[in-house]
């Protein structure tokens, strides 16, 4: 799976899973990659958070799956326990 974002900045980031997880790319508009993650990520969501870190402006429109929501509830709250 592959998606792609393209920032206020004209950045593009990409998303995408393999084996391991999700990881992230970030592009700059002449299109030089500037920054990709350091690890996978077992959500899409906690890619995404880890991204917002390291630059991304704005909100990707990437609709997040059950497993995606589940993540964020705990992101939110660490000390609540899996449902």
């Given at each position: ?41 077992a ?24 497993a ?16």
């Amino acid at each position: 799976m592959l998606l792609s974002y393209i920032d206020p900045n004209g950045d593009r980031w990409v998303f995408w899973r393999d084996d391991e997880g999700w990881h992230w790319s970030r592009r700059a508009f002449n299109g030089y990659e500037v920054g990709r993650s350091s690890r996978a990520y077992a959500n899409r969501y906690s890619c995404i958070v880890n991204a917002k870190r390291n630059g991304m402006l704005g909100r990707p429109s990437l609709k997040l799956t059950k497993a995606d929501e589940e993540a964020k509830r705990m992101w939110r709250n660490p000390e609540l326990k899996p449902v």
